[in-house]
Structures are given as C-alpha cells and as structure tokens.
C-alpha cells in the first residue's frame, strides 16, 4: 500500500490562495500606482486576486490532510 | 515588431511558482506508481469529476485557446462550432454508447480494442501510427510554444524548449498518468483564471454585448475585406451557401464534415482523450466524467471565441481605424502587421497589470505542458502495451513494462524535442501536422464504430477499411494542393534593409498611392519584369533608368495585387517599416533590383480551386471546408471498404466478441444511482443547453 493520497484538490487551492496573495498584492499596490494598462480603473487585480484567494483557501480547508482514522 | 508582453519581477515569480509546483506535484505522486497499471491507468481510480477535468483539459492547451481565438478573429462566431456542434454530440456519443465497449473490455488504450476486435494488423497500423502523431504532436507542441514565447516576451527559444520538456520529463517519468492527470486538473483552473478576465474587461471595453456586436458589423468588412458580404456574427443563418459565411463552408460541410467525421473521429477514438477517462473508477464515472466534459466544453467558447469577436471590436490603431491583423502566411506577418493568433496576447496586454499577466502567461505555459505531458503518457501506454508486448517481448513481468513505461516518457520527451528542433528548421511542416492527424482518426472512427456496433464486421474488413480511409485521406489531401499548369504564390516585392524611401499619398484620403525608392536594394517575387535576369536565380542589378514596378500582375490565377514590405527602410530621415498591396512601386537609377519568379505543381499551402470543387462541392469552398469534407469522405470510403470486405470474408465466433460488440456486452451491475448521478439525465440536459445555445445564436 502507498499511504493515503492528498487530493488534487488541495494542491490547486494551495496554488491558488498563493497566486490570490501575489495577485491582490499587486492590485492593492496599483491603488497608489496605476498600472499602465486600460481600464485601470476597475482595479481588476484587487477583485480577481481576493477571488483568487477565496477560492483557493477554500480548497485547502476542504481538502486539507488530515490524520487517518 | 515590438514584444507584445512585458513581464514585471512578479509575474516572473508567479511562472517560477508554477515550475516549483508541478515538479513537487510529480515527485509526491512517485510513490503512487509502482505498478503498470497504476503508472499506465493512473490504477483505474479516478473519480467523475477528477476524468471530466482531464479530459476536457487535455483538448484546452494554449494552441487551443490562441488558435480558436484566432479562428474567431477570422471566422467570426462560426469558430464556436468547435465547442457545440463540433464536440458536444460527439462527446455525448463516447458516453452513453462507446463508453460501455471501452470500460468493459477493459482495454489499455484504442489501438488494444483494435486488437481484440479485430487482431493484431489493425492494431498494429494504429498502434505505430498513433505513437508517431503523438510525439509530433508533443514536438509541435512545444516548438509553437517556445516561438510563442519568443515572440511575445523575448524568451530564448532553445532555453523555452528545454526547460519545459525537462520539467515535463520529470513529472510524467515520477508519476505517470496520475502526474499528467493532476497537471491538467491544475490547468483547467489556471486557464480559466487566467484568461475569464479578458473577456470580462473587453466587453466592458466594448459596451457590453450589443456594442461588441455593433462594432463588429461595422468593422469586419474592413479588417477582413476578401469576403465583405460574409456574417460573422451568427452560428447557422449565414451557412446557406460557400460565400455567405467566412469560412467558405455550407451547413452540409458543417454538419457531415465537422460535426460527424472530425468531431467523432478525434473525441471518440483519439486516445489522448479516451485515456483520460477509461481510468475511472467505475463505468458511470467514466460516463459521468465524460458528460462533465460535455458541459464544460460549452463554456469554453467564452474564453476562446469571446476574444476573438472581441478583437474585430475593441483593437484599434493609433490612428482610430480597426487594427487589421494578418495570417501567420502573409508576408507582412510580423514585419509590419500583427497575426490573427496574436488577438489573445494583445488583448491580454492590454487589460492585464502586474500579477495578472504573470497568471495569464501561467496559464498559457500550463496549457503546452500538460498536453506535452499528455502525449507523453499515452505515447508511453501506446508503444508500451500495442507495440512493445505483442512485436517484441510478450510475456515479460509488470516490473519490467513498468520500466520500460518510465524509460518511454523519457524518450518520448527526447523524441519530442527533436521533433521540435526539426520543426524549428522546417516550420512549413507545422501547417501539414494537423492535417496529418486528421489523416488518422477520422478512419480510425469508422474501423472503431463499424466493430462496436456491427457484429459481422471482420477482421479484414477492418484492416482494409482503416487502411483505404487513411489512403483516401491522404489522396484527397494531394489532389487539391496539385496545380497541373503551375501554381504562383502572390507577388511580392520587399525593399532591402536601409533602403531610402519616399512615400507619395493621396491629399484627399491620406491612402499611400506611389512608393519610391531612392536608393537601395529591391527584390521582386513574381513581378514580370523583362530585361531583369532570369526566372528564380537572378543577380541583383542596378537600374539605370527610373524603372515603375506594376501595382497588380494578372497570372494565370487572375489578378493579384503586388505586396510591397518594407521591414527596415528610411523614411525622411527616419527608420520607419510598413506593408502595402496594391501601390505602384518607382525605382530610382542605381537601386539595385534581384527579380525572381516561383511557380509550383504541388503548393502545400494553397488549395487548387478546380480540384476543391470535386471534394468539397464549391469552387468557392475555403480550406476549412475542404478540410472538413475530405473527413466526411475519409469516413464514407471506410465504412463502405469494411462493409463490403466484411460481406466476403468469414466474421469471428459470437465467443470472441463478448464484451466487445454491441448486443454481446452485458452492462455490469452498479445499483440504480441516486438522479443526480444519473447519465442519461445528464446526456439529456447537455443536449437540451447545446440546441438552446444554438437557437440564441441561430
């Protein structure tokens, strides 16, 4: 036997919440310096990177190792 | 051209992540691949939702996203077919009715359902044909990403390819499937996260759907003037005739060609997408997975098609008209003018800031890696189970299929690189790639069907009809790329490096009328020109005299106007490049002047429309429809070669087709699911969404 296997779920929603960090990081540093790019105004990188963020930590909560039984 | 993308520090750490992850990913998954069947079958464990994930994402690579977009760019809303009616019927059909055949014999891949049903010969054809398309496929693969890369970001070509295969090697070698498989699941959620925002910020861009709309009617005929009558923005009203459309193809095509042959032949019986979902858990995963594929691939147009409709609406020039994009065959591509298969990567840098272009860039990196890694493993089970246990070592032990599993994914990398070094010094060969794969799984559709559902096809009949098919196809293929009388690729003529020029233009419309070139160096392609050297080797020559090259040439193909391409000249003392057609072109003495003249009997790249107007029934048909109805003719000569060969040779005993054959394969037991987990209800509003979609967009 090899053990129980972590779920492909955990790994995606550990690399999410990561990516959500860095991506509303970023957003949250355009607020003070606008990025070049159209429609800055939106502050796309706060909204998508908090989402980012969300669902990813929600991945690793669900789908967390945990001690077998 | 300049670099459309420029990454920033955190974008760079957001790809490294990625690297880091998949690497961990497959060193984890090792201990999980210790036996043939786990490293070949990922041990037959998957859930439903774990093979629906893979198997849509091993169809959603990056030259998936980039292509279709810019088959959207060009084609308009007909490029959606690919997600409705070229997928979706044919995916519901794996389902419910091919599924059963595959789950239950318990096969390692398609070419071993060949073998059971109709012996060793057919299965051997497909078995070696398969493993070759896949690691040129893989080589493909990567060679268009490390281009893409190059072009995009700047990225060393040779540093793209290496780093990516080596990382592919590590984790398809560790884990195998389950490696490939987790790594697609990854890049479902990378794509969609990392792309869903571009449409979402162009259509705010473009005043929701109806401005996009708007924008679109208005600027298509200028962007795409060759067919200035053609509708792009609907699904089947503008399918009546050849010419009503952009993609030259009428609804029989459509339908018959792509929503039958294509379409069948590569969801149902390509085994990269088989594999992913024959290694479920059980036969209503593997029926539940598929269906999940169905429902998700019909969502995949709004991260596909969107942005390419969007490109016609929301890209302008500086000067406020539509930026005109061109095919990667033009020869103004990348000189003067950006491609069709730019629209993604210039509209993502145009809404994406630091963080979310690193993600998107992921994304794109995710997609050629995983179907890289896709090929890979199922060029491992291939050669391993269809070609390596039959033709040379039989009864060896699992340990050793297993090593030679591990050592295969190695060399299919290897093979893989080669093939993409091969592709960096014959490009023109990467155009002929798809269609070698149609070559192949459109006949291996109807051998594969035929056998399900017909008892009394035999083993000859199968043989013969999967070779005839492939035979045909390739026939077809030869026949509308040969021009008996010659064949002259559009004229041309590029003005050397440094040349000094100046531009003369019309005062009412601002349109360039006259190019003259002071002084320099000029090379004319298919611009008849007495007195200048002779056809296909001419020296360059001075002119002595001012010499006017023809805006237009009439050849035996009609007239065509003259390209004219200046990548790097002076302009009043400025560098300054652009591309024209049409514009008379005026040489000062001394400007020296090479002319040259091609003229082709097979040109690979241009369809010869007196030949087209036999297999795809239009001389107005354009090569998307010659494509499609050179399938749906593959498949009519394949059924038709079995059927008859059947009826003259002797059919194999009922015995031998248990579990095989439609009527001899008793479903197994699994209990009356709960109605959530019910296939039949899933099939059913799938197709209820797929003809809803197709009736709002009619």
Redesign the interface.
Known sequence: M??H??P?WF??GA??A??GV??L???L??LVHT?A????S?H??VW??A??LV?GTGYVVKYRPRRQE | MTRLLTLTPLDFAIVAIYFAAVIAIGVYLRRFATTGEEFFMAGRQMTAWVAGLSFISANLSSLETMGWSAMAYQYGMLGAHAYLIGAIPAILFLAMVMMPFYYISRTHSVPGYLQLRYGEGARSVAGISFTFLTVMVSGASMFAMAKILNLLLGWDIHLSIWASSLTVAVYVTLGGLLSAVFNEVLQFFLIWLGTLLVPILGLVAAGGWNGMIKAIQKNAPIIHPTVQNADFTSLWRNLGSFDTNPMGIDWFGMVFGLGLAVSFGYWCTDFLQVQRVIVAKDLRSAQNGTLIGAALKMCVPLIVTLPGLLGLAVLYAQDGSPLVLVPESDPRARITHYTFNDVLPLLMGRYLGPGLLGLGVTAMIAGFMSGMAGNVSAFATVWTYDVYKPLFRRNASDRHYLAMGRWCSILGVLISIAAAYALLWFSNILEFLQVLVFFFIVPLFGTVILGMLWKRATSAGGFWGFVAAIVASIGMWTYVHTFPEGYSPQPKVTLGEGSVVSLQKDQASGALRRVTVESGQVAALNVALAGFGAPAQAQATAVTTALALPASVTARQGTSPVQVLAPQVTVAGQPTRFGVEGVEVVLRPGVRLSVSEISQRFAPAAFNPDHTQYVARSRKAKPMAVNMYSGWWSLVVCVVVTVLVSLFTRPKPEAELKNLVYGLTPRPDEGKPPWYESPALWATLVTLVLVAVNLVFW
Not at chain 1, 37 to 40: G, H, I, P, Y
Request: glycine residues 16%.
């Open positions: 090899h053990g296997r972590i492909i790994f995606i690399l999410l990561v990516y860095l991506v990081a970023a957003g540093y355009g990025p790019v159209e429609l800055a939106l796309a990188g998508w990177g989402l980012l669902i």
